[in-house]
Nanobody, 117 residues
């Protein structure tokens, strides 16, 4: 059985930093592309960052230079390091794991990130 779950969300002040984590079980982790999405109230879910099996990364324009995605295949973990946080970064952050070209994707339940003073 496959499980994907996020952790590390919380309340942070504008300009602060936070790291959210994604853990997975039941999959051959190193074979999966990992993505972080976020969804703010009343908005569509959007792709924030992705990292491939070869550690190629891609970022939404809104987070470039502030967020960094990484992975640790040995621990079956992915991370999203968020710096210089803004109120508009407030959202539920979701982790997605999938194999490129495969229609099956695994999602976590999300972790809330709130940026507010």
């Amino acid at each position: 059985q496959v499980h994907v779950w996020e952790s590390g969300g919380g309340l942070v002040q504008p300009g602060g930093s936070l790291r959210v984590s994604c853990a997975a079980s039941g999959i051959t982790f190193r074979m999966y592309t990992l993505e972080w999405y976020r969804q703010a109230p009343g908005k569509q879910r959007e792709l924030v960052a992705s990292i491939t099996t070869r550690d190629n990364t891609n970022y939404a324009d809104s987070v470039k230079g502030r967020f960094t995605i990484s992975r640790d295949n040995a621990k079956k973990m992915a991370y999203l390091h968020m710096n210089s946080l803004k109120p508009e970064d407030t959202a539920v952050y979701y982790c997605n794991a999938h194999i490129l070209g495969d229609s099956i994707a695994y999602w976590g339940q999300g972790t809330q990130v709130t940026v507010s003073s």
